[in-house]
């Protein structure tokens, strides 16, 4: 009996009250892998334990809510979290769960189910489409789009020839073949005289404006028409404000933001189109928990704070945040000098190292060709000690790299410099290539084969694969050679087979997300 591998899944917790069977419902998502036998599919979980018979022609990908949907006699129906059939296969074609409710086709007719597969809306539409974000869904009949909520009220009546979720229960519309723009209570907020609506930005919640969006007109002109872009801003009050100033606003506070002109420069301005810096070819980046922006004027950064005022004089060839203070360089990246300023100006380390790297909390720095780490505040680590650049990774563990008998090994430190490995092995660098952590592991090669390790640095899974991947999701997939054959398997954190060495290709497209 062979069973093999087809894709791997995920079903994720429901937060919805139903009488299952089992006692012991998971707290966290699972990830699960598709597997098939005598042409029917069924799943197993990374334990290697099947926990689906392979008894149905197909499964889809439907976990919100703990929802998968299932297909056995040429219908689709569901099983919940662990894996009970809680909806009969009677379906001919299904949609996705959120907010508790699912899209589902019976002949030519679409209505929504609940998660006990009782119809919330009886099937009656050409087409439904679910909000992810509101409990709305939009509705076609007989070629029209309306909108309705989850009880299957209408809030929309079937007038437009298109809607469109954008955010935040904002649905563009479209009508006598122009854009406009309606709040899913059916009160229109633009109306229809647009040919194009581009884009929401939505406020801070302090704000009194909720969004603003880029519209596209067209206007009449002496050889025909133009099309001119405006941007219209919606206030909790029900106010609409039209600016024809600027093409596109992002906002760094309630009435400043970041303005671009129809040639893609950028400038600052307020609400009322007052210029703090005219559009012109430049660069600006703002921090907002710190209160202060930093601009970039040609080749050169500088400082303003969130009334337009320069701070600090935009003198720096490089500038990022580390820690509440400005990691900076003078003169070119390469044999520039790089120190440490606060948002003041004010110098915490002086320009004297001849290169540094940030993670946003430290910085790796280079002095007279040694690498060390000192932090925000300008207090060293970890004296210069190594002699290549170090890479920061996860969890503000650095990966350095040592060069013995001309060749390079990597090993891994603390921000004290202290190593991981220094007492597992002989050498502070055993790892001939080493790569980032990701999910509490990381694959390092020895002698030619990979393993992985956990965050002490101990090896927790041999190293004896000719090639592997990154952990996804609990899972890894790792190739062997077999009879002179390279062949792609599939390893749980334990290093545990979930499917053997047997596929020609990693298949790692097939690993997909939670939804």
């Not at 995920?10 to 009488?19: A, E, K, T, W």
């Not at 929802?67 to 919940?80: C, I, Q």
């Not at 229960?169 to 723009?181: D, E, I």
Request: net charge neutral; charged share 20%.
């Amino acid at each position: 009996m062979v069973i093999s591998f087809i894709t791997i899944l995920f079903l994720i917790s429901s937060p919805y009250n139903i009488n299952y069977s089992l006692s012991k419902v998971p707290d966290e998502p699972q990830t699960l892998i598709k597997i098939s036998q005598n042409s029917k599919v069924g799943l197993k979980n990374t334990d290697g334990i099947i926990v689906v018979s392979p008894i149905y022609q197909d499964l889809g990908i439907n976990q919100i809510n703990g929802m998968l949907a299932v297909k056995r006699e040429n219908k689709w129906g569901f099983v919940n979290k662990n894996f009970i059939e809680v909806i009969k296969p009677i379906f001919d074609e299904v949609g996705y769960f959120y907010c508790g409710w699912c899209p589902v086709r019976i002949g030519n007719l679409w209505g929504l189910i609940d998660l006990n597969g009782q119809w919330v809306v009886n099937p009656m539409y050409d087409y439904i489409e679910i909000s992810k974000e509101t409990k709305t869904a939009i509705i076609i009949k007989n070629g029209k789009y309306g909108l309705i909520d989850d009880r299957g009220n209408i809030r929309i009546n079937t007038e437009y020839e298109k809607l469109t979720f954008i955010k935040d229960g904002m649905l563009s519309f479209l009508k006598n073949r122009k854009t406009g723009m309606v709040n899913q209570l059916g009160v229109e907020i633009f109306p229809a005289e647009y040919t194009g609506i581009y884009g929401i930005t939505t406020f801070p919640e302090k704000s009194k404006y909720m969004f603003s969006v880029l519209l596209e007109k067209e206007v009449p002109t002496k050889s025909g028409s133009s099309l001119e872009r405006e941007t219209g801003f919606f206030e909790k009050s029900g106010k609409t404000i039209i600016m024809k100033s600027y093409e596109g606003y992002d906002f760094i506070t309630e009435d400043l933001a970041i303005v671009y002109d129809e040639f893609g420069n950028v400038g600052l301005a307020d609400l009322n189109a007052n210029h703090l810096f005219k559009p012109s070819k430049c660069e600006i980046k703002p921090y907002l928990s710190d209160k202060f922006i930093i601009v970039k004027y040609n080749r050169y950064h500088g400082i303003i704070n969130n009334s337009g005022q320069v701070i600090v004089k935009p003198i720096y060839t490089f500038m990022a945040k580390v820690g509440e203070n400005l990691l900076v360089c003078s003169g070119n990246l390469k044999g520039g000098k790089w120190g440490i300023i606060d948002k003041n100006g004010k110098t915490i380390v002086p320009l004297k190292y001849s290169n540094a790297k940030t993670n946003g909390k430290y910085v790796c720095f280079e002095d007279n060709g040694l690498w060390g780490i000192l932090d925000a505040t300008g207090k060293i680590t970890a004296k210069p000690q190594f002699s290549y650049e170090p890479n920061f990774i996860e969890n503000d563990l650095i990966r350095v790299f040592s060069n013995k008998n001309d060749h390079l090994y990597v090993g891994y430190t603390n921000i004290y410099g202290e190593s991981l490995t220094k007492s597992l092995f002989k050498s502070k660098f055993p790892f001939e290539e080493a790569m980032p952590f990701n999910q509490g592991l990381a694959s390092v090669k020895m002698k030619g084969m990979w393993g992985f390790i956990d965050a002490s640095g101990k090896i927790v899974i041999p190293c004896k694969y000719n090639l592997c991947s990154d952990f996804q999701n609990g899972v890894a997939w790792v190739e062997e050679v077999i009879d002179n054959v390279p062949k792609y398997g599939l390893i749980n954190k334990n290093g545990d087979y979930l499917l053997e060495p047997q596929f020609k290709a990693p298949l790692s497209s097939l690993i997909i997300g939670i939804y």
